[in-house]
């Protein structure tokens, strides 16, 4: 950490105090970055749900560094709401005070948010939807395609079954039920999956944490049979990670195909090992780089018809601007090819002592 960091970080823990306790807290904290920005420059607000390692690793500075590329002057406000919806409403209210010009949210809750942002709005401040789409009046929205993030899992779950689809049962466990990208990914999924296979168990995995995925899972094995499970539909990787560590605690052995999605590391090591078997890249520099383009040219009055190429509908809002981008399945067949490539990961990030031997088997380390 610089001296200005340190510095920034002693600032805003002094004025916690000054607040009170209920006021801020680590939750609650809202870190100011781009230090080298002018006093005159816009103000551009991010709000996250959480601050997992992709977020930590790839969302935020790759947002962050875009912004300032694009307007040297703007800050940017940035607050994690720890998957707590109101926490997040908090920090909307908070960057209303602060009179950020635009807000780019990815909200915990996109029904519950709308409230939020229909009070950003009415204090004249534009928010663009990232990776979910928020209820509410946004002006902008950035995501991957879901219906193909759900078609390609269904499509690798399928291939990795082989024979065994034809007669053989699958778990579906879904995202939270209040993520609409949770329905979008099971859509396309069902769309490959229905009249191919039969679906013994389907859950919606509360919050998206992997602890609620292992839970299910064991309910799954218990109803089902452990002998009786011959692949496993999940969401992302934090659920994939919950589902094996439930399948080899019931001494699944070998333990049937589990999908995923986001491209995590601990994701790619599972897939090097043998325990999961794919996982969907979505590039996040371009991801970032959309929000980014959109709420700089919404700072400056600037139409989003030149950065969007596709309109989309939401409960509340339709015609939203959107970019939606192209995911990439990832199997031990192609890591090197896709994210060691991109340089998400490198292959020594990837190849622990642990998997020298099975990296080898992947082609990753010849």
Not at 48 to 56: A, E, F, I, K, W
Not at 304 to 318: E, G, N, Q
Request: proline residues 5%.
């Amino acid at each position: 950490m610089t001296a200005r960091a340190r510095g920034t970080a002693l600032l805003l823990a002094g004025l916690c105090l000054a607040a009170g306790a209920s006021a801020c807290g680590p939750a609650r904290e809202v870190a100011r970055s781009g230090a080298s920005a002018s006093a005159g420059g816009m103000t551009i607000g991010l709000l996250l749900p959480d601050y997992t390692s992709r977020m930590q690793q790839f969302d935020k500075p790759l947002i962050e560094r875009r912004i300032h590329q694009l307007c040297p002057a703007c800050r940017v406000e940035f607050a994690s709401a720890q998957h707590d919806v109101a926490t997040q409403q908090q920090q909307v209210d908070a960057m209303i005070t602060k009179r950020v010009k635009v807000l780019i949210l990815d909200a915990v809750d996109s029904r519950s948010m709308r409230s939020a942002i229909e009070n950003a709005r009415r204090a004249g401040i534009a928010v663009v939807s990232y990776d979910r789409l928020a209820e509410g009046p946004v002006s902008g929205y950035v995501s991957f395609d879901g219906d193909r993030v759900g078609r390609l899992q269904g499509q690798a779950l399928l291939n990795a079954m082989g024979d065994k689809a034809r007669d053989g049962q699958i778990v579906m466990m879904n995202g939270a039920a209040t993520d609409p990208n949770s329905a979008w990914f099971e859509k396309g999924a069902l769309a490959v999956l229905q009249g191919k296979v039969k679906i013994g168990k389907a859950y919606e995995t509360a919050g998206w944490r992997p602890e609620n995925a292992n839970i299910n899972m064991s309910g799954a094995i218990s109803a089902l049979g452990a002998d009786h499970i011959d692949g496993v539909y999940s969401a992302n990787d934090s659920l994939a990670a919950g589902i094996i560590a439930a399948m080899k605690a019931a001494k699944m052995d070998p333990l049937p195909p589990v999908t995923g999605q986001d491209a995590e590391l601990s994701a790619l090591q599972r897939i090097v090992k043998g325990e999961q078997y794919m996982t969907v890249y979505k590039p996040f520099a371009p991801e970032a780089g959309a929000a980014a383009e959109m709420a700089v040219a919404l700072t400056r009055g600037e139409p989003l018809d030149k950065i969007t190429t596709h309109t989309v509908d939401s409960p509340t809002t339709r015609d939203i601007p959107t970019v939606l981008l192209r995911p990439i399945a990832v199997t031990a067949h192609n890591i090197k090819s896709t994210v060691v490539k991109d340089g998400m990961y490198t292959v020594h990030q990837i190849c622990t002592p642990q998997l020298v031997a099975a990296c080898a088997k992947a082609g990753l380390t010849r």
